[in-house]
């Protein structure tokens, strides 16, 4: 009998307990917690980078208008740097600016009617633009534009004897446009590839008087190039909340 009272007395505190638990779980911490709302990001193009590329250079079949022999549209090896800064305007739109330097390997040249032999050992192109693009996610495909340089070394010579000659025109500083696609592979990486021309304007032989006839050219390139940047972003990246 004392066994039965005892086992009877522990149902009892035990269901005496049973209502007080529950009304714990429903009125303080609940079995679940919902999961947080999914937070997708969206790559920051807001800052610094510095990078390096590789690529080629062309120039244009007119670049010796006029002459019966020879044009510029051989094709050289390219390789330089770039540094530049970008602001996100949105989720979508980034505006920035970029300068950029590249050594061309190998000269251009022609040989006028007569003998005459010009040759630009074209040591270098630089650039100062602006750039607008379009992002979605880590790419970015954008347009650029701006001031361009020539480093030229150029002379003249006949018979392979240096000879004193002089152009109507500087074909030195002029302006480049270009397109390019850039995308975000890692944090603070990004690689592009980019479509650039550069065009020096057009100039003549002023002096030697053989050349006046026949000695126009137009001074301009087109390269194409890929390339990879560090990126020194500032702050955190902006997100999208589902």
Not at 127 to 151: E, F, Q
Not at 165 to 177: E, I, K, L, P, Q
């Amino acid at each position: 009998m004392k066994k039965f009272l005892l086992t009877t007395a522990a149902i009892a505190a035990i269901g005496a307990a049973l209502p007080t638990h529950a009304a714990d779980l429903a009125y303080g911490q609940p079995y679940y917690q919902k999961a947080p709302a999914y937070v997708a990001p969206i790559y920051n193009w807001t800052g610094f980078y510095i990078g390096a590329h590789l690529g080629g250079a062309f120039s244009s079949d007119n670049n010796f208008n006029g002459l019966g022999t020879g044009n510029n549209g051989n094709g050289r090896f390219l390789g330089g740097l770039q540094a530049g800064a970008d602001y996100q305007l949105s989720p979508n739109w980034v505006i920035g600016v970029e300068g950029q330097y590249s050594w061309l390997s190998g000269n251009v040249g022609a040989v006028f009617p007569g003998g005459y032999a010009y040759t630009n050992n074209q040591r270098g192109l630089g650039s100062i633009t602006g750039r607008v693009g379009y992002s979605w996610g880590p790419g970015l495909l954008y347009v650029k534009g701006g001031y361009a340089y020539s480093d030229n070394n150029e002379n003249v010579t006949l018979g392979g004897v240096p000879v004193a000659f002089a152009t109507s025109g500087d074909h030195r500083n002029g302006y480049t446009v270009g397109a390019g696609v850039e995308y975000m592979f890692a944090q603070n990486w990004s690689a592009k590839l980019e479509y650039q021309y550069y065009n020096f304007g057009s100039a003549s032989f002023t002096t030697p008087a053989a050349l006046i006839p026949v000695g126009s050219f137009t001074t301009d390139d087109h390269v194409i190039k890929a390339g990879v940047n560090y990126r020194f972003n500032w702050g955190s990246p902006v997100v999208a909340r589902y």
